[in-house]
């Protein structure tokens, strides 16, 4: 037998459910005492979703155009 995948249809954003965790993980962080190792983590992981939402906005703009060094390294090559 095979197990069926549960689905989940999402009402917000990618965008918008990466913020809503950043912003989960850093008020639970304020709990936590300063320099606590479960602060740190829980700010790390704010910081990757951030991140995230970063690298997801870079991929998905309309004008995604590769770094200027590597875009120079491609027009000395056609030369």
Request: hydrophobic share 35%; charged share 35%; proline share 5%.
């Amino acid at each position: 037998m095979t197990k069926s995948r549960k689905r989940v249809k999402h009402i917000a954003t990618f965008e918008e459910r990466l913020a809503q965790e950043a912003l989960k993980l850093k008020e639970a962080a304020k709990k936590h005492p300063n320099g606590s190792k479960a602060r740190e983590v829980l700010l790390r992981r704010a910081r990757q979703a951030e991140t995230a939402s970063h690298i997801n906005q870079w991929l998905s703009s309309p004008g995604l155009r590769p770094p200027e060094a590597l875009g120079d390294l491609l027009a000395d090559q056609q030369k």
